[in-house]
C-alpha cells in the first residue's frame, strides 16, 4: 500500500493522522489506530494551510461538496476525486415547524436526503472512496447499517471498482435492494450491526483484503472527515456564520462530532465570527448508548443490543460515543432519546410542515428536537439546525401504517359525495 | 379568480395562451383550452423578451430550475417563487453506459431523481404551484400517476397550503405513502389514471373547486412549462450547446415534446448555437399507444388500457401524443415500447454502469435507447442524453427479486469462506 506521504500532496491541507486518545502523530497512510495507544486516529491539519482558504476559493467551486476540498485531506486535485454531485443540499427555514413548537428564533432543516442515494452517507463515502485510491486500494467495502452500504455500492458503481458491503440481514427491504441493485457483491450477516463491523475488522487485518479498502475501517480517518461538509455548508449557506444551536442523530456518534469540528475550523480559518453553539445528540430508545450515558454523567458508554425502527441508528457499541459525550457537554448542550411512536410522529410533523419525507432517524431528531425544545433543554429563542440524514422511502414500513388515502372512491362525482369531499 | 395579465408582469416573458392546433391566442390566466376549438393551450412568449435573456444572466441565478425564470411564465420576482431546490440535477457522463452498447460518442445520463421528492415533477410543480398562488387559487390538486402527487403534497405542506391528490388506488406502495405522509388529501380512484383524470377535469368544473388550482388540467399550461428546464440544464450543462440525439419516457407525452420546445427556445434566443437533433420516446409495451402509432405511421393515436409495471407512464389516453409524434418525426427521431423484462435489466443495467438507481420509468428509457442503439435507428456515434424522471426506491418491488444479498452468513471468518468469499 502507497502512503500519501509518498505521493505528491497536491496541496493537501492535512499534515497527519493524529490519536484522539494520546495525541500520538503518525504519516499520512493507510492506518486508523494508534501504534501507542490503540486509539482511533484523525486527520491532523497544517493550521497555515486552512487559514490560506478564503469564501471566495469555496464559493468559486464547484456546487458539490469539493467546493471544500482546501478544508478536506483528499480531492484538491479535481481529477483524484469521486464527485457524484454530493453535498450542497437544501437548507431550508421551517417557520412552519419552528411555530409548531414555538420557536421564536428561525429553525432551519439541513435535507441531506438529497444527497444522489439520498443519505449524509454520500458525503463520507465521496472522500472516503477518493482516499482509498489515492492509496492503493483497488476494492472498496464497508460495514453498514443500511445508507453506507447503499452509497459504498453506488459510487463503486459509478467508476467501476468493485466493492463488498456487509450488512445485518435483516435490514429494511429497500435498503437490501438498492445495495444489490448496483451489482457488486453484498453480505447478509446474521447478527447486529456490531457483529458486522467486528467481521470487517477482522476481515482487514486477513491477507485477502489487503487491497480492499473499508470505508469506516482502514479509510475510516479519511471517510470521517467526509462529515464536516455538513458543518461547512450550513456555515456558508447562512451567509458564513454558524448557527447558535443543532441537533444531529447519533449512530457512532461520528457525524455529531464532526459537525462541531468543522465549526471549530471554520472559526480557526478565520472564515465565519467566532460565536458560541451547542451541540444537541439525539437517539432513539431501542438504541440510546451515549444519551444514557449523558443522562447519568458517565464518562464511559455501556454497549447495548439494539432493538427498534430507527435501524439506520442501531449501533450498539458507538465508537464516537466519548467524542460526542465530549462535544455536547463541553458546548452546553444536551441528548435525548425517543420511542418508535414519538419517532413516528416525528416523521410526520416534519413532512407536513416543511415537504421532507425522512426516514427513521430524521425522525428521531425530530422528536429530540420538540422533546428537548418542550423541557427547555434546548433554548428555542435560539437559532436551530435540524440534520436530516436520510429518507423516507428506505423505512416506508415504518409509517405505511398511519400514511394510508383519506379515501378510496370509485373516479365519479358521487363517489366523491358520497366520500364528504364535494 | 385573476388573470395574471391584471397584475403587473414582473417582467414575465410570456406574452399569451395560444391554441396548439388552431392557434388562437388568449389573455394570461386559468384557462387551460380553447374557446374556439376546444384545443390545448400552452404559453406563448415575447420572442424580444426571450432574446434578452442573456446566459450570464442564467449563470448568476440560483442553483435551481428558477435561474430560468427569464424563459418561463411565471416566478421572475424571487418572492413569487415556490422554490424547493428543484433543478440542476446531475448530468453524468455514463462512459461504461456507453462502452456496453457500443456507443463510440458520449452518453449522458439526466439524474431527475436527484430532485427534492425525486422526480422530474418537482420541475413541473414548482412553476404550477407559483403560477396557481399568482392566478389567486387557494388550494392545489393533481391527477396522478404517483411521482406527480408525491409532489404535489410535498410543496404544498412546504408553504403549508391545502392539496388534494387523486391516483389510481393500485399504485405502488411508496408512491402512496409518499402522497400521504405529508398530511394533505389523498384519494385513491378506483380506476385507471385516465379515469382519474376524467374525474379531475369534471371536479375542475365544480362550484366547490373553484379555487382549487389542478395543476395538470386548469394550471396546464404554466405547469407544462417546467419540463423545458430540463432541455435549458441539458444544455448549459454541456457548456451552451444541445447535444445530437436525446431519449425521454412518454406518458402524456408532454415532457418530450416541452425538452424540444426548449431547445428550440435556446436556439431562437440565442443562448446556444444552432444545430440538428433528433428525438427519441420510449414507452412501455404494455401501454404503447404513441409509440404503436409512430410504428404505424399513424397520426391519430387510439387510446389503449394499460397494463404492466411502468405505472408512472401509465396513461393509456395520452393527451400529447400527437404532439410528441411530430416532435419525433420531424427531427428524424424514433420512437419503440419494451417489455417488463427489458425495463428490469434496464433498471439493472444503468444501476450497475452509472450508479442511478431509476425507478421504472428510466428502466423503459435505458432499455429503448438499448433497443434503438441494436437497430441503427438511434445513430451510436452521436452524442445522446438519456432522461431518467424517478427514482428506484419508489419502485421497489418491480426489482427486489433480481436484487438479493449475494450470500446471508453467520458474522466469522468461517462464514466467509463457507460461502466463498474469501
Known sequence: ????????????????????????????????????????????????????????????????????????????????????????????????????????????????SANPTHSFKDRVVSVAITAARELGFSR??????????????????????????FVPSDLEAPKIVQSAIYGGTLVGIEGSYDDVNRLCSELSETDEFESTGFVNVNVRPYYAEGSKTLGFEVAEQLGWRL???????????????????????????????????????????????????????????????????????????????????????????????????EIREGIRLLARTTGVFAETAGGVTVAVLKKLAASGELDTSRETVVFNTGDGLKTIDAVSGGARPTAVIPPTIKGMRAAGLL
Chains 1, 2 share one sequence.
Not at 140 to 165: D, E, K
Not at 300 to 320: C, F, Q
Open 1 to 112: 500500500m502507497t502512503a500519501v506521504a509518498d505521493r505528491p500532496t497536491l496541496g493537501s491541507p492535512a499534515s497527519a493522522l493524529v490519536c484522539r486518545n494520546c495525541g500520538a502523530q503518525f504519516p499520512l497512510g493507510a492506518q486508523h489506530a494508534c501504534f501507542e495507544c490503540f486509539g482511533p486516529l484523525e486527520i491532523g491539519y497544517d493550521a497555515d494551510a486552512l487559514a490560506r482558504v478564503t469564501r471566495a476559493d469555496i464559493e468559486a467551486g464547484p456546487h458539490s461538496l469539493w467546493r471544500y476540498a482546501g478544508l478536506l485531506p483528499v480531492g484538491q486535485n479535481p481529477a483524484t476525486r469521486v464527485d457524484s454531485g454530493t453535498g450542497m443540499t437544501p437548507l431550508i427555514r421551517a417557520d412552519r415547524l419552528a411555530d409548531e413548537l414555538g420557536f421564536t428564533a428561525p429553525v432551519w432543516v439541513k435535507d441531506d
Open 140 to 165: 472498496i467495502a464497508c460495514a453498514s447499517t443500511g445508507n453506507l452500504g447503499n452509497s459504498v455500492a453506488a459510487h463503486a458503481a459509478r467508476i467501476g471498482m468493485p466493492s463488498i458491503v
Open 243 to 341: 448557527p447558535a444551536q443543532y441537533v444531529a442523530p447519533m449512530a457512532s456518534g461520528s457525524m455529531l462530532t464532526k459537525i462541531n469540528k468543522a465549526f471549530k475550523e471554520l472559526v480557526a480559518a478565520g472564515l465565519v465570527p467566532s460565536s458560541q453553539w451547542s451541540v444537541f445528540g439525539a437517539q432513539s430508545a431501542g438504541c440510546a448508548p451515549i444519551a444514557t450515558a449523558f443522562a447519568s454523567g458517565a464518562d464511559v458508554v455501556v454497549p447495548v443490543k439494539p432493538t427498534g425502527i430507527a435501524k439506520s441508528l442501531n449501533i450498539g457499541n458507538p465508537a464516537d460515543g466519548p467524542y460526542a459525550l465530549d462535544a455536547v457537554r463541553g458546548s452546553g448542550g444536551a441528548m435525548a432519546a425517543v420511542g418508535d411512536e
